[in-house]
């Protein structure tokens, strides 16, 4: 026993000193969402970000999920660690409606596109709130096991059809996305979707539809669930986020095909916490990372689309396979045929009632 | 066990293997999850499944880079660091803190005895999830979320319990007149302390310890909320990220974990022998 | 007169009264004792007990309203909610002065979310009129926020926000039970069945956890004899198979299950291999509840192993020799003698198991898809998901409550000054 408290004891001496001698150079403490979209991060931003800047040493936090929560909590402490959070549009417009992040000025903070177009034009739409710098769009879409159907699924309505493609589907446990399909495969015109979906008979009617598929539905709560449950053969289709399909079906080379088909589109980008201690440094690398080139570069690594009309005709061939990455853009015109936008201001209005509704029946 | 007395009936006989074999059964049950873990940490593809070519023992389905990635990454050994900092300081304060705790409890004439005893457990018995978010929200108040410190000691009060328990444990049935014995022989309540109460209580000591050291070290749900990326240990580093991949790094990270804690217990069965043959119980 | 005395009362050598002397021992004997629980007490009660007295605080606290609108608040008291007519003039200007104060402080959608808890819509309501009560100047103030938005001359948004302008709430803790406060009529209505969660849930998990304790007082059962009657030297050995488990990490072991239990998993593969089911028929034993209850139970099981096994080691084995000598059937000398033996561990660890069950987290959210998840998952989805931190501390204290009633059933049972570690 002494022995083996001798060598704890020295364990964590080294470690302390070994903790100590790391703080030299700024450190920039940037919260994403880890695997494969950190790493994406890591080669497009990062990485060149401080090869250019030996000063600057960007630590990855991949504790993005709980985000919201976190930074509550920090900025009450006013102990704010975080330099820079990466969030989806939803939780962005929340954090700026508590006053968590920064305000930004898009066009004097921001990187101007190669022609000169200010940088609230390039972003266009898509900058959703003040805080706001999106980065990606992304989409919560479909791939299906191309050797457990008897023929390719093109709709989101054949998620619904349980007769032509028996199996179960993994679909998120949340109403974001559900309820919407469900509507569509119900009948609902797409443009009348949210108008429906407000009142109490159309949430009912939504949760009638999923209600034709319960018994086949595996929920999943985190976006690595589905690539393993399609690798395990556990679904034959499930949603997720579009870019953890990509590298399921180009990296892993699994028999998964994308059903693009009502994708719903969101997007992801970066805020700036309030009472960050290095906020100089981090508008600084905030400028060099949102530029043109760097979200083209970031396709090479996922595939994402740019959040920048300017990045678009950039992108090119993926990192390592050397596939052309355009065509499995979400935003790819052949892929983008159907699609819905979160509407954000509906689901900051609905998301705790449509919540709570889908979680009783979820319960029946 | 192997010889069964002759005067058994049959049927009496064959329940004794019957019980042998469902407990066997048991055992395997307990164990056999564990040693799934292993194979699959080898993995080429980063899934939890077996692949046909693993079950084929075919190389090609196997790969040691889930190793390479936990031994190579930034993240992990940060995870590492911390996991052996937060379980040391964090044991350090338990067990202290309980031992003498333990000690004033099992002493003659204690007030309030079993309210002050449940109030000291409580931290067991609490729900994780509401000990998570109660000291989630107090601790981001006065400035320890996101803390070592505050990792640390809530860690601490997870591990008081046991060492509570374990230490009180030892001392029922203490004879409070070996105290006296020795007292009155002359010896100063210190080396009545070293002497007598030291090697009694120590295995209970022990074990309370590396109940403490064990539950910080694989505590999840309230690192996840108290701590941060500083803080994070490695259950915190096998949970974070889920959203984008499960990586079987975690499973490389389990098996080293599962050969840890074998040496832990084998270290502590040996000590317990060791401490058997000073007392002279002789092993039946 | 004094020599009388000292023949009735003993004297110390000293010449104090023994009673006396003896007291005063006790009360420095009482004094030791405490201040050596006194450092951990404090460390508790600081590290601890506070948090949790905190949270339980948070649950009722509804001061944002009061904070954020207290002119309204307080002009909004004289308006009667009852009269079936919009509050007067002074109540919109006073809204509106609260609103354009609460903007320039970046308040004003916290209090939407706040009141969005109670009806839907406020969020957009209050976001929507941060954005347009920079416009509004001069009266009439309330021609002017209702132009903004027509909400603002219905009767109910005023309603609910005279209803929920106390500086306490039930509000959370009637969700937390399925209830909602009728903001017209201030009555407490129940949800409709379709719309109930929490009863289900709080249930739901009583149900799965009792099954679980059960399961492992089954399995549990026999290994402990095993280990208890078998030569220590063996015993010492096996019990490592107990203990292995036991400290290795839950995730792990719930990882495993899942690599275990999946329709292309290991237990239907040896299924198929074997041929008791067919290819087609791969059984679905996780992301249900089936999932849930065998890996809690195995994840569970050496907390009811150890307890039932301290317990059974001080049994001694010369009482069934002698039922068994005496003439009764092993079985029944088993029942009879062995049995009542070893309730105080059954009990013990029963209820610690039922107990680490109830506010189980982790491993349901993971293998329990929608009929296997528990209440701590909500409550964990409220504290960091959806930020309802109020229901969620609500969800909280009554799953707290429920445990502690466990565990006073638990000390009357078995007492906790028994509770064995192994």
């Known amino acids: 026993m002494k022995n083996f408290m001798r060598a704890m004891m020295a364990g964590a001496v080294m470690a302390v000193i070994g903790f100590a001698g790391q703080a030299m150079a700024t450190e920039l403490v940037v919260v994403s969402w880890g695997g494969a979209y950190t790493a994406s991060q890591q080669g497009a931003y990062h990485a060149p970000y401080m090869k250019k800047n030996p000063g600057i040493k960007i630590i990855n936090d991949d504790s993005a999920g709980t985000a919201v929560a976190k930074l509550r909590a920090m900025a009450q402490a006013g102990n704010v660690t975080w330099d820079l959070i990466d969030v989806v549009a939803a939780d962005a417009m929340r954090l700026c409606d508590e006053g968590l992040v920064e305000v930004i000025n898009h066009d004097s903070d921001l990187a101007a596109a190669p022609d000169g177009t200010p940088a609230s034009k390039d972003f266009g739409d898509l900058i959703v709130s003040e805080c706001f710098v999106p980065q990606i769009v992304y989409s919560t879409t479909f791939g299906y096991r191309t050797d457990k159907v008897s023929k390719p699924m093109t709709s989101i309505c054949d998620v619904f059809d349980t007769n032509t493609f028996p199996g179960k589907r993994s679909l998120q446990k949340s109403p974001l996305g559900n309820m919407e399909w469900a509507l569509i495969c119900d009948g609902v015109a797409p443009a009348k979707i949210y108008d429906v979906l407000g009142t109490s008979a159309g949430a009912d009617r939504a949760l009638a539809k999923l209600d034709s598929i319960k018994s086949d539905v595996v929920w999943w709560t985190a976006g690595a669930q589905t690539p393993q449950l399609l690798a395990d053969g556990e679904v034959v289709v499930g949603s997720t986020y579009n870019g953890r399909l990509f590298s399921l079906i180009a990296e892993e080379k699994q028999p998964v095909a994308m059903l693009w088909d009502w994708q719903v589109f969101d997007l992801d980008g970066w805020v700036v916490p309030k009472g960050t201690k290095n906020k100089a440094e981090v508008m600084k690398f905030l400028k060099f990372a949102t530029d043109t080139q760097r979200l083209a570069d970031q396709s090479k690594f996922i595939s994402y689309g740019p959040a920048r009309a300017s990045s678009a005709p950039l992108v090119g061939k993926h990192g390592k396979l050397g596939i052309d990455m355009a065509p499995h853009m979400p935003t790819d015109p052949n892929n983008a045929k159907t699609t819905i936008l979160t509407n954000y201001e509906f689901w900051a209005d609905n998301k705790d009632d449509l919540d709570a509704k889908f979680n009783a029946w979820l319960l029946k | 066990m192997s010889s069964l007395p002759s005067y058994l009936s049959l049927p009496e006989r064959i329940w004794h293997y019957v019980f042998l074999g469902i407990c066997a059964a048991i055992l395997f049950f307990l164990i056999f999850p564990l040693l799934v873990i292993a194979p699959l940490s080898f993995n080429a593809v980063p899934f939890f499944t077996f692949t046909k070519e693993m079950l084929a023992f075919d190389p090609a389905g196997f790969s040691l880079k889930w190793y390479e990635e936990f031994f190579t990454s930034l993240n992990w050994q940060g995870a590492v660091r911390n996991s052996i900092i937060i379980a040391f300081f964090a044991t350090i304060i338990s067990t202290s803190l309980g031992t003498l705790a333990a000690l004033g409890l099992s002493r003659p004439h204690m007030p309030y005895r079993t309210l002050l005893m449940s109030l000291l457990i409580s931290p067991m018995i609490v729900p994780l999830i509401i000990s998570a978010a109660g000291m989630f929200f107090f601790y981001s108040r006065i400035g320890l979320q996101g803390t070592h410190l505050g990792v640390i000691l809530a860690h601490a009060v997870l591990g008081t319990p046991f060492v509570v328990i374990t230490v009180t444990a030892t001392l029922t049935g203490f004879d409070n007149n070996l105290i006296r014995a020795s007292q009155s022989l002359g010896a100063t309540p210190t080396t009545t302390f070293f002497k007598v109460i030291v090697p009694l209580i120590t295995p209970g000591v022990i074990s309370g310890a590396l109940f403490a050291f064990v539950t910080s070290f694989d505590e999840v749900v309230v690192v996840l909320f108290v701590g941060s990326y500083k803080q994070r240990t490695i259950p915190w580093q096998m949970f974070s990220g889920i959203r984008e991949q499960i990586s079987p790094t975690i499973l490389s990270a389990a098996t080293l974990l599962i050969l840890i804690t074998i040496a832990l217990l084998t270290t502590l069965e040996l000590l317990r022998r060791r401490t058997e043959r000073i007392r002279g119980v002789t092993p039946s | ?422």
């Open chain 3, 1 to 422: 007169m004094n020599t009388a005395q000292a023949n009735t009362v003993l004297l110390t050598a000293d010449g104090t009264p023994l009673k006396v002397s003896l007291a005063r021992a006790q009360r420095r004997s009482k004094i030791i004792a405490f201040s050596m629980v006194a450092p951990l007490l404090i460390f508790i009660t600081i590290a601890f007990l506070v948090p949790i007295t905190d949270m339980l605080l948070l649950s009722g606290n509804n001061e944002i309203v009061q904070r954020i609108l207290p002119k309204t608040v307080e002009v909004l008291q004289s308006w009667d909610e009852t009269s079936g007519e919009l509050p007067d003039e002074i109540v919109f200007a006073a809204m509106v002065d609260d609103i354009k104060k609460a903007k320039a402080a970046r308040e004003h959608t916290k209090i939407g979310q706040r009141l969005n808890y109670e009806s839907s819509g406020f969020s957009s309501l209050f976001r929507k009129a941060g954005r347009k009560v920079k416009k509004i100047k001069k009266p009439p103030y309330k021609e002017a926020l209702i132009k903004s938005d027509k909400r603002w001359g219905k009767i109910e948004t005023w309603q609910v926000v005279k209803q929920f302008s106390g500086q306490f709430t039930d509000g959370y803790y009637l969700a937390a039970i399925d209830f909602k406060r009728n903001p017209s009529t201030g009555n407490i209505d129940s949800l409709p069945s379709k719309d109930s969660i929490y009863l289900k849930l709080f249930l739901r998990t009583m149900l799965l956890s009792t099954l679980i304790t059960f399961l492992t007082f089954i399995i549990g059962f026999p290994i402990s004899y095993l280990l208890a009657t078998i030569p220590t030297r063996i015993s010492n050995t096996l019990i490592i198979f107990v203990l292995l488990p036991f400290w290795t990490s839950l995730l792990v072991r719930t990882t495993s299950w899942i690599a275990l239990l999946q329709q292309e998993g290991v237990i239907n593969d040896f299924l198929i291999l074997v041929g008791l089911i067919g290819e087609d028929g791969r059984l679905a034993m996780i992301h249900n509840a089936t999932g849930t209850v065998v890996a809690m139970t195995h994840i569970l099981l050496p907390f009811m192993i150890l307890p039932m096994f301290s317990v059974m080691k001080t049994i001694p084995p010369s009482f069934m020799r002698a039922a068994i000598s005496l003439g009764a059937h092993p079985w029944r000398a088993f029942w009879r003698i062995y049995f009542p033996n070893t309730v105080a561990g059954i009990g013990a660890g029963s209820i610690l198991v039922f107990i680490i069950a109830i506010g189980y987290y982790i491993t349901p959210a993971l293998v329990g898809g929608s009929s296997g998840t528990f209440i701590s998952n909500r409550i964990a989805y409220h504290i960091s998901q959806s930020l309802n931190w109020g229901l969620g501390s609500a969800l909280g204290v009554i799953l707290l409550g429920i445990v502690l009633a466990f565990f006073v059933l638990y000390d009357r049972i078995v007492g906790i000054d028994n509770m064995k570690l192994g």
